[in-house]
């Protein structure tokens, strides 16, 4: 099929780099769900936000978007 295909990840960035807490926000549940195993897959650590040297948590809000032709 044609068209565009559009999802939001957001999920949370811990302290010691790992992500927890991934949801999709989306209208293709397929796409959703492929979106949310990618990024669960991802094997190496993020880095973590630093405020005054400490490292805290934060939320990360992913944007995908597909184009089919």
Do not use: C, H
């Not at 099929?1 to 999709?24: H, L, Q, Y």
């Not at 989306?26 to 796409?31: C, R, S």
């Not at 190496?44 to 990360?60: D, E, F, L, T």
Request: glycine fraction near 6%; avoid cysteine; hydrophobic fraction near 30%.
């Amino acid at each position: 099929d044609e068209g565009t295909v559009k999802t939001e990840v957001t999920f949370v960035v811990e302290r010691d780099g790992s992500i927890t807490d991934a949801k999709e926000n989306g209208y293709n549940k397929d796409f959703n769900a492929e979106a949310i195993r990618t990024v669960k897959s991802i094997k190496n650590k993020w880095a973590p936000a630093k405020i005054n040297g400490q490292s805290v948590r934060y939320r990360y809000r992913m944007p995908l978007t597909m184009q089919f032709e």
